[in-house]
């Protein structure tokens, strides 16, 4: 392969006349300059992607109920919206900043608070990143490159978990692909202004999910600076100019919320100190690359074992694996061959810097998942998939271009292969989930490849399009169908999967098939069992039932203490749900309260700034939004912060603000750090109030007479 053949060139936007038709002719047919079905293919790709995501979309119920909760104070609260609070009445924010709430929060001012106005802002999001990706990709090769690379995000099973789900992932994966297509279209131009908007999409995207969003700063700020057409200093200028639009639009909130007092705003949630500085770069910061989170669920253990294994391989684990790594061998094989390709491009030549601005996405966020020490989720994956997308669309369009030499369709035949192979592998993860499925994938694979090599060496060079169809479609295939599986399956819970049941780990919680143990969970601990020897995300001996209409082998775990939930009664939309995603004695799931204590809470809900305080946001999340009313968190996330104290926490009850205490949540904080005020209260409470149980849960009234406090001594006295 020593010729060198660089994509045609693409006519710029608006030629042929375009602007002379009228909008909905250029909707329709696209540019003059594109083949008749290119535009009707984009469409058609973003109506399917959108379908895809929206289908069935108010299964989910709340999904991830500690964010829905925080849209839910948002639309009582216009304090709350802004600082990202739990709850209406402000004690506590969530443990992000709060872009991604904002976005979900007007949704349901709009359209009122229900499953549908939270989640689908996530699914067109997904939509949205779509189509930049295919702009992305479009600018520098063919339009059937975009449109292949569209697919492949679109159909990533990760991808589709969570552009269904209610987590900051999805807008922060759009605004960073935002930010990649800007910094394409400043290397083309030097114009200025593309890469003052990259910058700005980096900083809403820290205000979505914190230092996540720098990971691929370095590889933007490179593609510019060295591959860009205008002169040194003037890159340097631009890269200055683009960092300041970085710092406004990411450092502006940080800089209010730090100058606010204290005592008006809700405590920051996550931090030992209240400080978003301390969030920033501690607990959400270098905390998650070296494992010193004090007071996350789970933290403390050695390094690399608490989280799971780290290591090169770790995006292809049991964990990971099935959630984005179909095609990841074939990205990085057509990194190679792609660079290779391009070697004797001049410095600009733009598809090498789309190239190396997408490789280095890959390799950069890669690694850093791969190798980080402090809490990590199989979901945070989703931030790869635009990468390996856009690797896999063009390398394809260059190895197409080159399909009669020999090489070239011999690295591709071997790309097939290794991609089919790996698929039909990961497809033996669930061997009783559709096993045709892997032996149709393998056998497509091979034909596919055999077809490719044979195109450039016989005089069949007709077939050569058949052949390129039967190894995309064997390449999807797998990724298609765990997508498949993702979306007819209903998500709740803390830590959700992508796929079919039995997927890989991360049902719940790092460790071994169901979430905890072996040598990827915690010390000590059998398979499947989380401290305490529970089952991940109920009681010991918890039953598996499947979600009515689910693919084959959708179980889910049940069993949970009365009141603390389980993840999986029916939410606002109904459904059973699989895969609570908690465990650790039930703070990672929402609570499902009956009847009876909604209306127990709703009693003279108006007379108090919280009907109730319960340990931990997840089971506060669960009651506030089935009584509409604040519900205090105790703790926050992980019922580790100090928030309140013991002492904040009595002067609210004496002052008549909280109506009840609901008993229970403290098991899953054992061993975890961070504070114990959590702990204090509730032994405050369990000793100056009467329990009362009602439809199983505990409750403590804390304005009963016998509420009336004079004991002023310590907890322990």
């Known amino acids: 392969m020593t010729a060198v053949v660089v994509p045609l060139p693409i006519p710029a936007p608006g030629v042929g006349g375009a602007a002379d038709r009228p909008w909905y002719a250029r909707l329709v047919r696209g ?43 948002g639309t009582e609260s216009w304090k709350a919206f802004f600082f990202g609070s739990s709850d209406a009445g402000n004690s506590i924010t969530v443990d992000k900043t709060p872009a991604a709430l904002w976005v979900m929060g007007l949704s349901a001012r709009i359209f009122g608070v229900n499953a549908w106005s939270i989640l689908i802002p996530q699914a067109l999001e997904g939509v949205a990143t779509v189509g930049v990706l295919y702009l992305a990709i479009r600018r520098r090769f063919p339009a059937w490159a975009g449109l292949l690379g569209g697919a492949v ?59 996540q969003a720098f990971l691929v700063v370095p590889v933007l700020a490179a593609v510019y600076l060295l591959l860009a057409p205008v002169g040194w200093w003037q890159r340097v200028r631009q890269l200055l100019s683009s960092g300041l639009a970085l710092l406004v639009a990411g450092g502006w909130w940080v800089a209010i919320v730090e100058l ?42 050695p390094r690399g074992r608490g989280w799971g294994a780290t290591g090169w391989d770790r995006m292809f684990s049991a964990e990971m694996g099935g959630q984005i790594s179909w095609l990841l061998p074939a990205a990085l094989i057509l990194l190679v061959v792609g660079l290779w390709s391009t070697r004797r491009a001049p410095r600009t ?37 635009p990468a390996i997308a856009a690797l896999v669309a063009m390398g394809a369009a260059l190895l197409w271009e080159r399909r009669r030499m020999v090489r070239a369709a011999a690295v591709a035949a071997l790309t097939v292969a290794v991609s089919a192979w790996w698929s039909h592998h990961l497809l033996g993860r669930t061997p009783d989930w559709h096993p045709w499925l892997r032996h149709a994938v393998l056998i497509g694979g091979v034909v596919g490849a055999l077809g ?145 204590v909604v209306a127990a809470l709703k009693r003279d809900a108006g007379r108090y700034t919280w009907v109730a305080a319960s340990v931990g946001s997840n089971s506060a999340s669960g009651y506030q939004l089935a009584t509409g009313d604040p519900v205090m968190p105790i703790g926050g996330f992980n019922g580790s912060d100090p928030s309140p104290t013991l002492d904040e926490f009595r002067k609210l009850v004496r002052n008549g603000r909280i109506h009840y205490f609901i008993g229970g949540g403290l098991d899953g904080m054992r061993g975890m750090g961070g504070g114990n005020t959590a702990q204090e209260i509730a032994t405050w409470v369990e000793r100056t109030f009467t329990a009362t149980t009602v439809d199983g849960v505990t409750l403590y009234d804390l304005t009963a007479p016998e509420g009336n406090v004079t004991d002023e001594s310590s907890p322990n006295a």
């Open 260 to 301: 606010w007092p204290e005592s008006s705003r809700p405590y920051i949630g996550g931090s030992q100190h209240n400080s978003i500085l301390e969030l920033t770069l501690g607990y959400n910061g270098l905390g998650r690359l070296n494992g010193d989170e004090t007071g996350s669920v789970g933290g403390g253990g």
């Open 153 to 211: 995000l679109a159909l990533t099973p990760v991808a589709a978990l969570m552009f269904r789900f209610n987590n900051p992932d999805a807008l922060l994966v759009l605004l960073l692909t935002v930010a990649a297509y800007a910094v394409l279209r400043a290397q083309e131009s030097g114009a200025t202004r593309w890469l003052v908007l990259a910058g700005a999409c980096v900083g809403v995207g820290f205000l979505a999910k914190m230092l």
């Open 452 to 596: 490719v090599f044979a195109v450039a060496l016989t005089a069949l060079r007709g077939l050569a399009p058949v052949a390129a169809g039967v190894s995309a479609v064997a390449l999807l295939a797998g990724p298609a169908g765990y997508t498949w599986a993702t979306v007819t399956t209903a998500q709740r819970g803390s830590i959700p999967s992508a796929g079919p049941a039995g997927a890989g780990f991360g049902r719940g919680f790092p460790g071994g098939p169901g979430g905890f143990g072996g040598p990827r969970g915690f010390p000590g601990v059998p398979p499947g069992q989380a401290p305490g020897g529970q089952v991940p995300g109920g009681q010991p001996g918890a039953e598996a039932q499947v979600f009515p209409g689910a693919p084959d082998g959708a179980g889910r775990t049940r069993g949970q203490r009365p009141g603390m939930g389980d993840g999986t009664a029916p939410q606002d939309g109904g459904g059973t749900a699989r895969r609570p995603g908690g465990g650790m004695g039930g703070l990672l799931n929402g609570s499902t309260p009956g009847k009876e």
């Open 31 to 73: 540019r003059e300059a594109d083949a008749p079905w290119v535009r009707p293919a984009l469409l058609a790709l973003l109506v399917g992607t959108g379908a895809l995501y929206i289908w069935g979309l108010g299964a989910s119920g709340w999904a991830n109920s500690f964010y829905a909760a925080a849209v839910q104070a």
């Open 349 to 385: 030549d733009p598809a090498r810097a789309a190239l190396v601005l997408w490789g280095g996405w890959l390799l950069g966020t890669g690694l850093t998942f791969s190798y980080m020490a402090g809490i990590f989720h199989a979901y945070y994956t989703i931030a790869l998939a």
